[in-house]
Nanobody, 123 residues
């Protein structure tokens, strides 16, 4: 059975950095598009970074230039490097996977989800 497990969340001050990782198992990882979503309290879940099977990336405007998504198909791992963090980056971060060519922007199109990891940025 497919499983995604995130790690690396925590608490930092504004301007700090955090690195998230997502270990995948039980799926043909190299055939999946991957993404990071986040959900702040009282808000809808939003996509922040996406990567296709060929390592092509895209980002939400709110994180461009600050976040970097990457993957290793051999290690079946996804990462999110977050720099210059802001209080509005606070939320629960989830990795998600869907088999296909182009990573969807909508969360309801993803098949597998991790359990989430909390990121808190204080001012």
């Amino acid at each position: 059975q497919a499983q995604l497990v995130e790690s690396g969340g925590g608490s930092v001050q504004t301007g700090g950095s955090l690195s998230l990782s997502c270990a995948a198992s039980g799926l043909a990882y190299s055939r999946y598009c991957m993404a990071w979503f986040r959900q702040a309290p009282g808000k809808e879940r939003e996509g922040v970074a996406f990567i296709d099977r060929d390592y092509i990336t895209s980002y939400a405007d709110s994180v461009k230039g600050r976040f970097t998504i990457s993957r290793d198909n051999t290690e079946m791992t996804l990462w999110l490097q977050m720099n210059n963090l802001l209080p509005e980056d606070t939320g629960t971060y989830y990795c998600a996977a869907v088999r296909g060519v182009v990573p969807p922007l909508r969360d309801d199109e993803y098949t597998y989800w991790g359990q989430g990891t909390q990121v808190t940025v204080s001012s």
